[in-house]
């Protein structure tokens, strides 16, 4: 099986007539916020591109997350709904809200057709040239130049906005920064732990002989204390797409670069009497699975992405291929590692890579999960005061409903014992997110909006970071491109009552009624039950 075609990043060669492309809107991102904003502001009239940095769009949604990270349906309007009113076109049903990779890709490309969006691939951001408080041109590796009259970055790692010179942070904060709660080191979670005592040394009881792979710390000096901020992010992994078909069923083939070592603290575990890495099987359709990361040890990569953030397009392609030979490597190891016991060996070996999905690279997603990097200061910051109803905004510009949620950042010992740190899953009700998180201060630019890497802290991104609003927010961003293109203004002059009535217009949510739910708190838990994300 040839995995060649999977790849994060490739050098393309400067074309012998580099284009020249101008347009109202440049859309830096086929991210489904880039595709729902592009798609608004087309729908008002603006002129748009999609510049999109991979081969594929419609970013995580079309490759493998099928089981759509939700808190409460009725919180999600305009055309995030019609995306999974579009999956139940698909389906032949009114909505779907798990559904296969190669169904969201249909949906994604189907849609940009009917809308006449064009996108460029492989457009890998070289440049972005700026005046007088303005983004004026973007330049990328293959020599074509972006000019618009403003831009919305929907990438997942923000480097756009990073390029324009726009404030931006990344890591977790200390609760001080913002007199939080449930940001920065997060010691004593319930969640993700290894149950059982697990031996974190070479040789079990020397801590002499070294400690195993996977595990970033090993001194008291460097375990910091509770709510103590750092530059250390969420773990990454492939959202993977997995049958028990025969008929459709590829087995596990060995990666490119396979290392049975990596998984010595899995063995040791399940020998301890737990196993649980492949339990999170969240069904999809026809037999399909969305695998996610589930307990102590599981997909998630913990502490290998720290360079992602302001790494080279170079150095992310290394993260990439080590997420996709981890995460494969892990799933090879333990159908066939002949230590692994027979009973789990069997279980694994039931499922296997299904051949009508990701038919490019090899079957396997395409799109790394990449769950938080950087995001920006603008002139407000949304917190954990906002997700716990502490306080609220009166300029809405769409809700999120998900739980606060951030997985581990890093595996560490604790008194000879392997612990894994920083997972926080803490229920909330539906609240409103501030149009000033999504535009960068006056002063840093005026024709530029971030629906995904938008401005918050750590934890309270744990909770805004799902698709189905990040697609909303894409919207308002489409909304508020289109106002100001309208009236020659700075994004930051947008008036948000003006703003606010063609959100309603489009069947945005802005504000929660506590009625739809009779126990928010009871949904929450019951949506949550099997820790899905």
């Known amino acids: 099986m040839s995995f060649s075609n999977l790849k994060y990043y490739e050098p393309v060669a400067v074309l012998e007539v580099p284009r020249e492309i101008e347009r109202d809107l440049i859309v830096y991102g086929a991210t489904p916020a880039g595709i729902t904003a592009a798609i608004q502001a087309k729908k008002m009239g603006l002129s748009v591109v999609i510049a999109e940095f991979s081969r594929n769009i419609g970013g995580i949604t079309a490759s493998g997350l099928g089981a ?19 999956l139940g076109d698909y389906y032949g049903v009114e909505e779907q809200w798990t559904f ?7 949906v994604f490309k189907t849609w940009l057709e009917e809308n006449d969006i064009e996108v460029f691939y492989r ?23 972006y000019r618009g009259s403003y831009f919305i970055d929907a990438s997942y790692e923000g480097d756009l906005l990073a390029k324009a010179g726009v404030s931006y942070t990344v890591g977790r904060e200390a609760n001080a920064t913002y007199k939080e709660k449930y940001n920065g080191i997060f010691f004593g979670t319930p969640h993700h732990m290894f149950e059982r005592w ?32 750092d530059k250390r992010i969420q773990a990454y992994n492939f959202r993977i797409c997995l049958t028990k078909d025969e008929e459709n069923k590829i087995s596990f083939p ?16 399940i020998e301890a009497g737990v196993w649980d890495a492949m339990n999170l099987h969240t069904m999809l359709i026809n037999g399909k699975t969305d695998l996610n990361n589930y307990g102590g040890f599981s997909t998630d990569h913990i502490g290998a992405n720290y360079g992602w953030p302001e790494g080279s397009y170079e150095e992310r392609e290394e993260i990439f291929q080590d997420h996709f030979n981890y995460n494969l490597g892990m799933l090879y190891f333990l159908a066939n590692d002949e230590r692994v016991p027979q009973y789990v060996r069997d279980e694994v070996s039931e499922w296997g890579l299904p051949k009508d999905e990701f038919l490019e690279t090899g079957h396997w997603p395409h799109q790394l999960y ?3 990097v950087r995001r920006m200061v603008s002139d407000y910051v949304m917190t954990d005061h906002n997700c716990l109803g502490y306080t609220t905004v009166e300029d809405s510009i769409g809700l999120a409903s998900y739980q606060m949620d951030s997985h581990h950042t890093r595996r560490v010992i604790i008194d000879g014992r392997s612990y894994n740190e920083g997972d926080v899953e803490i229920p909330i009700s539906p609240y409103p997110i501030s149009y000033r998180s999504i535009r960068p201060k006056m002063e840093d630019c005026k024709n530029l909006l971030v629906p995904v ?8 991104f744990g909770s805004i970071r799902m698709e189905p609003v990040f697609m909303i927010l894409g919207q308002s961003a489409g909304i508020a491109a289109a106002l100001a293109h309208k009236n020659g203004s700075s994004v930051q002059e947008v008036e948000y009552t003006v703003l606010k009535s063609e959100l309603l217009k ?13 126990d928010p708190i009871a949904r929450m838990e019951a949506t949550f039950g099997k820790e899905t994300l």
């Open 123 to 145: 457009q890998h951001l070289k440049a972005v040239v700026t005046a007088e408080g303005e983004i004026k041109e973007l330049t990328m590796e293959d020599g074509t130049t």
């Open 370 to 372: 990449i769950r938080e």
């Open 453 to 460: 890497c938008i401005s918050s802290s750590h934890i309270a």
């Open 254 to 269: 060995k990666p490119p670069k396979y290392d049975p070592e990596r998984y010595i603290l899995l063995l040791r575990y």
């Open 100 to 106: 296969e990779p190669k169904a969201a890709q249909y």
């Open 68 to 86: 759509t990270d939700l808190g409460a349906k009725e919180a999600v309007g305009g055309l995030s709904r019609e995306f999974y009113k579009r």
């Open 506 to 518: 489009v069947g945005q949510v802005l504000e929660w009624d506590d009625s739809i739910e009779d």
């Open 198 to 229: 697990v031996d974190p040394y070479v040789i079990e009881g020397e801590p002499d002989s070294g400690i195993l792979p996977g595990i970033t710390e090993s001194s008291k000096e460097t375990l910091g204390y509770q709510g103590q901020g």
